[in-house]
């Protein structure tokens, strides 16, 4: 007798009644199967559109940093106003400063501008740049020489 594929006519009613059981549970544990990989498949889809998304938006926010960049560079009042719009820098004083420390992809000479003007956030600003900078344990001539290029912010030199 072949387990696998039993013979019906060689089952009792009871057997016959337990195949039947099982196969029912075997057909529902299929659709259930399948349930699962629909929604796997699904879940994916979804993962695949929201990194695509993603994707787009820091591609979008990408293209305006270098936009705000190029801004910045020609015009650094215009250049603040316009990462502060689009939101890619708060108005908060630190944040600009902080911001213009880094400097990733300004021109030094156009940040030197922006800390130069005399116009009260500009000076606070400027006052919050020079924070940024660590001077303890630094001789004078040290401290000058502190940020690469010091001298082309407009600072002397």
Not at 5 to 16: I, Q, V
Not at 23 to 51: M, N, P
Not at 90 to 109: H, M, S, V
Request: charged fraction near 30%; charge should be negative.
């Amino acid at each position: 007798m072949d387990l696998c594929h039993p013979d019906p006519a060689e089952l009792s009613s009871g057997e016959t009644e337990e195949l039947q059981r099982i196969k029912w549970h075997r057909k529902q544990l299929l659709e259930d199967i399948q349930k699962l990989k629909d929604e796997i498949a699904d879940v994916f889809a979804q993962i695949d559109c929201f990194e695509s998304a993603e994707e787009s938006r820091m591609a979008q926010k990408e293209k305006e940093l270098c936009t705000g960049r190029k801004k910045f560079n020609m015009d650094p009042a215009k250049g603040i106003q316009y990462f502060i719009e689009h939101k890619l820098l708060t108005p908060d004083i630190q944040d600009i400063a902080r911001f213009l420390y880094k400097g990733e992809g300004l021109n030094k000479t156009a940040i030197g501008t922006y800390l130069g003007e005399r116009d009260p956030v500009n000076l606070q600003v400027l006052q919050a740049f020079v924070d940024c900078h660590e001077f303890a344990n630094l001789n004078l001539v040290q401290a000058l020489r502190f940020r690469e290029g010091a001298s082309d912010l407009g600072f002397g030199g």
